[in-house]
């Protein structure tokens, strides 16, 4: 049995060995997640990759779980970190029911406790490399938020991470209502992953989409989208530039 | 209670299995003046009475805002009850910041309960000595609570402490049913008949009651006296008026128990620092 003895090495600013202890660079990764609020609550996106540097590594990796009765919280970024914030948050959701009072954990207070975190960690030069995308509904008010690894944090009726900033945001700003069915925000969901799909190198091809309502949460299982590659201009790309690639 | 050889330290059981350190700290709450608190199922009312040590000072502080949807109120050394205010407002505030959410009222009361606790079983500490009335707002409605010195805390529906306070239970005894479905006027109006029967004659006015309320879609704030004396002068007018026709006799024999009721002999068996 191997187990750690933790190391206080001190300030990780000025002690060069303290480095050790810090957040450096992300190892292994989750690419983009997207999410809207729609008619009865929020419906988030994301693939079920999780890639090691540029090598597609793992292919099984959920990134959206549920929080609580009321929220979704899905994440981009280290792996590894965002099974440690669903450590950190299953102790405060355990605790929340261990009240047994009456009252819950909304996704407003998940989002903040959240962003606490983050802020703090990024505060001390140890972020946790993520992205974070917290949507839930409570007592009918529908909620769906983002917090960065530097604790940047906001609300909007639909959000994305890294690529999806700018491969799905600019779709959903085109075509977002807010009254929008649950097939009609799955197809729009789908409209903006496929894209991804074409456009981010890390994406996969096998996707999940989730739920969440007043009356709780459901993770789809996971499928793939069709894909079209018979694009005229793909079949002889350089014929204008011929040698380029 | 008479003083017994189990009574020095907090921490010795008497054979009976009682802590009297405990209840001699309760007693200093029965020693406080009164106060009382009263909820709907929207609004809690806190009020309580302005004792001042003499003519020349202003009166105690008793109520406090802990946040927009909970208030407090004290009975027994306000010095006590000044840090366990500071202390609520502390969770308040560090749990509003984490969570962008109130705390919940309950909640508050339990880590009251059991900072109060704490005291009752270390032998360098001596329990506080002051009882709270804690209302609040929270998810599941308004809520009044009573904390007690021995970490034990009760939730009512109306409740009284502090000296004279037997007088304000037996009135919100005979009406506390109605109170759930009370609007915010009838509360409010109740709180303060309730003070009245705690002064025993004494002619009720403004300057002798705090009164504050909370409630939903209302944080919490006091009434000011003008709204206060408004309250009394529609039940005080009524019983003048039935004065007025009962006659002379009645008016002389009204006369000399407010005169007892001031600044009476009762009130010098009370500590100074407790109010």
Not at chain 1, 50 to 63: C, D, M, W
Not at chain 2, 12 to 30: C, D, H, I, N
Not at chain 2, 261 to 266: F, H, K, P, S
Request: hydrophobic share 35%; aromatic share 10%.
């Amino acid at each position: 049995m191997t187990f750690t003895i933790p190391i206080d090495n001190g300030d990780a600013l000025k002690n060069a060995e303290a480095d050790s202890q810090r957040t450096l660079y992300p190892y292994v990764t989750g690419t983009s997640i997207v999410a809207i609020k729609y008619k009865d609550g929020v419906l988030m996106a994301s693939d079920m990759g999780g890639s090691y540097g540029s090598t597609l590594r793992y292919k099984n990796i959920e990134r959206v779980k549920a929080i609580g009765k009321h929220s979704l919280l899905g994440a981009s970024g280290e792996i590894s970190d965002f099974q440690e914030i669903l450590r950190y948050l299953d102790e405060l959701v355990l605790n929340d029911n261990m009240w047994d009072d009456g009252n819950s954990l909304g996704p407003k207070e998940v989002h903040n406790y959240l962003t606490r975190v983050m802020y703090n960690r990024r505060n001390k030069f140890n972020p946790l490399w993520n992205t974070l995308v917290l949507g839930g509904v409570k007592n009918g008010e529908i909620y769906l938020g983002m917090v960065s690894m530097i604790g940047v944090s906001f609300e909007d009726n639909h959000v994305a991470t890294g690529f999806g900033n700018h491969l799905a945001r600019p779709i959903l700003r085109d075509e977002w209502r807010a009254d929008l069915s649950f097939e009609d925000g799955v197809k729009l969901l789908e409209k903006c992953m496929r894209v991804l799909l074409y456009r981010d190198r890390s994406a996969i091809n096998k996707l999940q989409i989730a739920k969440i309502t007043e009356e709780g949460v459901t993770v789809s299982q996971p499928y793939s989208l069709k894909t079209f590659w018979e694009f005229q201009a793909f079949h002889n790309p350089t014929a204008g530039a011929q040698g380029s690639w | 209670m008479f003083r017994n050889q189990y009574d020095t330290d907090v921490t010795t059981w008497s054979p009976t299995g009682r802590l009297f350190q405990v209840e001699y700290a309760m007693e200093a709450v029965k020693q406080g003046s009164a106060a009382i608190g009263l909820r709907s199922r929207s609004h809690v009312v806190l009020a309580c009475v302005n004792k001042a040590q003499s003519e020349l000072s202003s009166h105690q502080k008793k109520i406090f805002k802990v946040d927009d949807h909970i208030g407090v109120a004290i009975a027994g050394l306000t010095a006590d009850g000044r840090v366990l205010s500071r202390y609520m407002r502390s969770e308040a505030i560090n749990h509003s910041f984490t969570y962008e959410s109130p705390l919940p009222v309950g909640r508050l009361v339990v880590h009251l309960a059991d900072k109060a606790q704490v005291c009752t079983q270390r032998s360098w500490k001596r329990p506080y000595g002051v009882g709270l009335l804690v209302g609040g707002l929270d998810e599941s409605g308004a809520h009044l609570y009573y904390n007690c010195p021995s970490g034990n805390y009760f939730e009512y529906q109306a409740f009284a402490i502090g000296s004279r306070s037997q007088a304000a239970k037996t009135y919100l005894e005979r009406r506390f049913e109605s109170f759930g479905d009370s609007s915010r006027e009838d509360l409010i109006k109740d709180a303060i008949l309730a003070v009245r029967e705690t002064l025993q004659g004494e002619t009720l006015k403004s300057s002798l009651c705090t009164v504050s309320v909370l409630g939903v879609g209302e944080p919490f704030h006091f009434l000011d006296q003008e709204t206060i004396q408004k309250v009394i002068d529609t039940f005080e007018k009524v019983a003048e008026d039935e004065e007025g026709e009962a006659g002379e006799g009645d008016a002389e024999a009204a006369a000399a128990p407010a005169e007892q009721g001031g600044g009476g002999a009762g009130d010098q068996d009370v500590a100074p620092m407790e109010m």
